[in-house]
């Protein structure tokens, strides 16, 4: 007979012990039962009626897919000697619907119990995907599963932080600086582990002159990729771009970033509907940056779409500006080189289009950057995976046990 089917538990201080009490047995990393599992979601959501209406449940389907997770395990089948650390508390973004799923199989591939807080924000890819996964923990097939995964709701409840805490092997801390900070101040289990993915910041660097040679169809597609790393989460992601790195001379540059900007415009006028409030809003951190950034700009203002701040120097505070709904600073630069100098920590992805990824590690290592923790084609800044901020998420949410004959 199947169990009572599941639903996301809304905690308040009366009913915590009931999540106290999860069920903690390690798995090895990439147990049979936790590939299995994302297998069968993968064709849950690819075959649930709303999937093709919202691409980030395509992408999480699509990365949950057997192949793709045997894949990934590949990468891993010769360590034997790895358990889940026990419990995994995933404390997950308010702003990116399909983090917390994204998170969950993380720990499940990484063999732990995992207590799931999902945003309180109302999204139906939320809804959706939470649906086929309490459909398949409701099954006989996965009532051990079950036993060892809840999903939860809260407000702001420093008791309640405090209370989870003290039984969390591992923390997942995606929520920013602030949330973290809070978090920090929380006691916890004295061997747990805390996994912090703060407020980060990325960029996009373009070579001018073979975006030049593209055709006008060739263009499009560049900048529908662009749009979609930028826009699909109104640059709040932290991998979408703020700053743009057009590489080249002068005159190369300045043709690519006029067309490149016109081909965008046209995509946001199909597509992008912003709130006058948003649009307010967005002025008036025009206005307050050119106030307080203190450093020559030249701002590109052709409609309120698009604010464009072209830097004449590259600091190494403009990113404190940084914003959303289509504001962006924009550098030009016939040697990327000089780049490095102002890119600390707090940078994590370079999208690039001409430019050959190999020729930006290579630049960046030299100089020995501290930042930037991923390199990936124009199109696939939102495309999170199992190494994430420079942390291999399966290693890091497992132990390793030394076994010696």
């Known amino acids: 007979m199947p169990i009572n089917k599941r639903t996301i538990t809304k905690i308040n201080s009366n009913n915590i012990s009931q999540i106290k009490s999860i069920e903690v047995h390690p798995l090895p990393i990439f147990s049979e039962i936790s590939k299995e599992f994302l297998s069968d979601l993968s064709i849950k959501l690819f075959n649930n009626k709303s999937f093709r209406t919202y691409d980030d449940i395509a992408s999480f389907a699509f990365w949950c897919r057997k192949s793709n997770i045997e894949k990934i395990a590949f990468d891993y089948s010769t360590q034997n000697y790895f358990l889940g650390r026990g419990i995994a508390l995933h404390i ?16 499940l591939l990484s063999g732990c119990a995992n207590i799931v807080r999902i945003p309180s924000d109302k999204f139906n890819q939320i809804e959706i995907i939470c649906s086929e996964i309490f459909d398949l923990l409701s099954k006989n097939k996965y009532i051990s599963l079950s036993k060892m995964n809840e999903f939860i709701t809260y407000e702001k409840d420093s008791e309640i932080n405090q209370e989870l805490s003290k039984i969390a092997n591992v923390r997942l801390i995606w929520g920013g600086d602030k949330t973290i900070y809070e978090l920090k101040k929380v006691r916890t289990n004295p061997r747990c582990l805390d996994v912090c993915f703060s407020d980060r910041y990325s960029f996009c660097i373009i070579n001018s002159k073979k975006f030049n040679y593209l055709d006008n169809e060739q263009k499009q597609i560049l900048v529908n990729k662009f749009y979609n790393d930028a826009f699909y989460l109104n640059q709040n992601a932290c991998s979408s771009p703020f700053l743009i790195i057009w590489e080249g001379d002068s005159k190369n540059c300045n043709k690519a970033k ?27 951190h025009l206005c307050k940056t050119s106030i307080d950034y203190h450093h020559e700009l030249n701002i590109n203002w052709e409609n309120n779409m698009i604010y464009r701040l072209n830097l004449k120097k590259m600091s190494d505070d403009f990113y404190k500006f940084k914003f959303r709904s289509g504001f962006f ?77």
Request: net charge neutral; with cysteine.
């Open 329 to 405: 600073f924009e550098y030009s630069t016939n040697n990327i080189n000089e780049i490095w100098e102002v890119i600390n920590e707090k940078y994590q992805t370079i999208t690039y289009y001409g430019i050959k990824p190999e020729t930006i590690f290579n630049s960046l290592k030299k100089a020995n950057v501290l930042g930037v923790d991923r390199i990936v084609p124009i199109g696939q800044a939102l495309e999170i995976g199992h190494i994430w901020d420079g942390f291999d998420i399966i290693r890091t949410l497992s132990r390793c046990i030394s076994v010696k004959e």
């Open 92 to 107: 997950t973004p308010s702003n990116v619907p399909v983090n917390f799923a994204f998170s969950f199989a993380f720990g």
């Open 258 to 284: 006029s067309s490149f900007w016109s081909f965008v415009n046209k995509k946001i006028n199909q597509k992008l509907v912003l709130e006058d409030s948003e649009i307010m809003e967005k002025f008036r």
